[in-house]
């Protein structure tokens, strides 16, 4: 078996990786062959798009975590599959009801306009409240093994910084400047504080939106509750890089997909991190040669369309092989490659993703 | 030219954005002058055309074809800039952690900006009778960027964000301005999406003028009663079924994009050992001959 798949001794997989490539599948494949070698796991997309659960037979349903029926799969006993999705404002407000110091205060936070707005915008917010996500459930320790799906390019990267840049925000001046308590602030305000507040005044004159009390008031109502995000964010950077984490690359051989790989390669890098493997999806399978066609009695006509069939994908072989070379070239040294072949269709039935998971295990 | 002024490229990841958006503006600067630019900074369109841009993100590909990159981060700065003429502050703050947490606390203001600059551009191509092609970010991201104006508007009840994003929301529903293609390939996922996309686009946006670009459909080579007759050759008929099965795909797809009423190109699978520009040339080709049919029949291919 690879190294890449040997996920023993392992409590947290996250798969990264451009868009397309096949990530969510193939974490719902490691995650669904793990359940079936009887561990407890669970499985959790942060894609907007409901694929996941979709490929895994689920409605889309409610943010919670929904149990997969392995029954047909004669799963090992103490197996078991649940699988969820990400709402980032539905996190975001049990973030809240989670720290509020009263229940008014939690009232004013969730009925104010500017944390709807906040919560609403995805960017950033998703990245950050996948973290909690994946925090909750590793907190409560139900599951031995949790499968995570990121979403899609640059923002695999964001999910893996959200922590870092929330502690970086909460350390900031930028609370004490838009009205936190003054000890919060670590830093006397600046000249660029009352530039920026001027900014803000002056944003509001033009823009409409009469922003700046409310950006203020908002602040203040989250006052009390910085040091319990803090303390999450830090907590989730910690899972990340713990020993039982592992960071799974998944790529394919296309122009577009190892550019991006490439980018994914030197921000985990930047970040400190390093991918525990790298799988190199939907690789074309070995092609059979033209003297099998050329040996048999068939029709010259027929012939030669079989023939002009596999000229046509040894093109696109030779297309892949050399896209196939330049991701070996760019993998950092050390960490293990597993390449996988395509399997022709697109999974529609648990069965599928075993097969998916088990052929992954041989191509190690 | 019967193509909107401005057209979005956007689809699933891996179904081809970047070529068809490099193929459509290869097209179009056959006809006006004209601007392929993505909203990601990673100029893989433009690698595409076989350059590369320079460090401002401009490069020119031929005397009516410019490529070019624009983030939203760039907007929002440059819209900073405005309202905060004192350089030296304004760059300042851009740079503060302060600055992150009141853009932070603006939902959607740089895709907003980003969209009111996707304007600016329709207009300027208008008045110079040109084009734009944008080889856009997921379908995810670009749903989530046009549908950010009504909150803005909600935002700022007047002033004038609130007059921009009544000028975004009339180009984004004109369809001589403003068009989106949607990549798909013959895959079934990845055409489901592109549907539900459409829909989206369509009955909640209102987008004016939105097409689907089926990309990668191979061309049939064997026929019904060749397959009974490769039974024995394992492999090869492997390939002859995995050939036929895509086939099978892309005519359901095209089925189900007639039935929802949109409009569909086809562009063929090349089976060749590199894609470069001759590649990308051929699928110019292809646009071009489809766009003269719709030019003949005189109704933009963008509005059903």
Redesign the interface.
């Known amino acids: 078996m690879s190294e890449v798949l040997d996920l023993a001794g392992k409590r947290l997989v996250i798969c990264l990786g451009?868009?397309?490539?096949g990530k969510t599948t193939i974490g719902a494949a490691v995650a669904l062959e793990a359940a079936v070698s009887g561990r407890a796991v669970d499985v959790m997309t942060i894609?907007?798009?409901p694929?996941l659960l979709?490929t895994l037979g689920l409605q889309i349903g409610p943010a919670t975590p929904q149990e997969v029926p392995l029954t047909s799969l004669k799963a090992r006993s103490g197996g078991r599959l649940r699988a969820l999705r990400l709402d980032p404002k539905r996190m975001f407000d049990r973030l809240i009801e989670r720290y509020a110091p009263s229940p008014a205060a939690r009232e004013a936070i969730l009925g104010d306009?500017?944390y709807r707005?906040?919560s609403?915008?995805?960017?950033?917010v998703a990245d950050y409240m996948a973290g909690e996500l994946l925090l909750e459930l590793h907190l409560e320790g139900a599951a031995d093994l949790i499968v995570l799906d990121t979403p899609?390019?640059?923002e695999a990267i964001d999910f893996l910084d959200a922590p870092r840049r929330m502690l970086?925000?909460l350390s900031?001046?930028?609370?004490g400047?838009?009205g936190a308590s003054r000890d919060l602030a670590r830093k006397p305000l600046g000249i660029?504080?009352f530039?920026?507040r001027?900014?803000?005044a002056?944003?509001d004159r033009?823009?409409?939106?009469h922003?700046l009390p409310d950006?203020q008031a908002?602040v203040r109502r989250l006052e009390g509750m910085y040091a319990g995000f803090a303390e999450r964010a830090s907590q989730v950077q910690t899972l990340i890089r713990e020993p039982t984490s592992v960071l799974i690359l998944v790529a394919?051989a296309?122009?577009?997909?190892v550019?991006?790989t490439r980018?994914f390669v030197s921000s985990l890098d930047r970040l400190g991190l390093r991918p525990g493997g790298l799988i190199i999806n939907r690789v074309m399978p070995p092609?059979?040669g033209f003297d099998?066609?050329q040996r048999?009695r068939?029709?010259a006509p027929?012939k030669h369309?079989?023939q002009?069939?596999?000229?046509?994908?040894s093109?696109?072989k030779?297309?892949e092989s050399?896209w196939l070379q330049t991701l070996k070239e760019l993998t950092p040294d050390g960490v293990p490659m597993l390449v996988a072949e395509d399997l022709?269709?697109?999974p529609n039935t648990l069965r599928d993703l075993v097969r998916i998971a088990r052929s992954l295990r041989a191509a190690g | 030219m019967t193509l909107p002024h401005l057209s979005l490229v956007t689809g699933k990841g891996g179904t081809g954005k970047s070529t068809v958006a490099a193929a459509l503006a290869l097209v179009l600067a056959n006809h006006g002058e004209t601007v392929l630019a993505d909203l990601d900074q990673r100029g893989t369109a433009a690698r595409l055309l076989g350059v590369d841009l320079d460090t401002r993100g401009h490069c020119s590909v031929a005397a009516n074809l410019d490529v070019r990159s624009f983030s939203p981060r760039a907007e929002l700065e440059a819209f900073i800039e405005r309202i905060v003429p004192i350089k030296i502050i304004s760059r300042r703050m851009l740079r503060s952690h302060t600055f992150g947490y009141v853009t932070a606390a603006l939902p959607g203001l740089e895709a907003f900006l980003m969209l009111e600059r996707l304007r600016q551009l329709a207009d300027e191509a208008a008045n110079r009778n040109g084009f734009v092609v944008i080889d856009g970010p997921a379908t995810g991201t670009v749903l989530e960027l046009l549908s950010v104006s009504p909150g803005v508007r909600d935002l700022a009840p007047s002033g004038t964000l609130n007059r921009l994003a009544r000028s975004v929301d009339e180009f984004l529903q004109s369809p001589s301005r403003f068009g989106v293609l949607l990549t798909a390939r013959p895959e079934r996922l990845a055409v489901r999406e592109a549907l539900d996309a459409l829909g989206t686009l369509r009955d909640q946006l209102m987008i004016g003028s939105a097409m689907a670009i089926l990309n990668g459909v191979p061309e049939q080579l064997l026929s019904q009663s060749d397959y009974a007759k490769i039974h024995g050759l394992g492999d090869h008929r492997r390939l002859a079924l995995q050939r036929k099965a895509t086939c099978e795909l892309a005519a359901r797809a095209q089925g189900q994009f007639d039935r929802a009423g949109v409009e569909v190109i086809e562009l063929p699978m090349l089976y060749t050992p590199e894609f470069a520009r001759p590649q990308l040339e051929i699928l110019a080709s292809v646009l071009e001959s489809f766009q003269k049919e719709q030019a003949e029949k005189g109704v933009n291919p963008h509005s059903r």
Do not use: Y
Not at chain 1, 18 to 21: E, H, I
Not at chain 1, 308 to 313: H, P, T
């Open positions: 451009p868009g397309g490539v894609d907007p798009a694929r979709d306009r500017i707005g906040l609403n915008a995805l960017a950033g899609p390019a640059s970086e925000l900031s001046r930028a609370l400047l838009l660029f504080d530039a920026a001027a900014v803000l002056a944003f033009l823009s409409g939106v922003l950006v908002f394919t296309e122009p577009q997909r550019e991006q980018e092609l059979p099998e066609i048999t068939l029709p027929l369309k079989l002009r069939n596999l000229a046509d994908f093109a696109l030779a297309r050399a022709g269709s697109e």
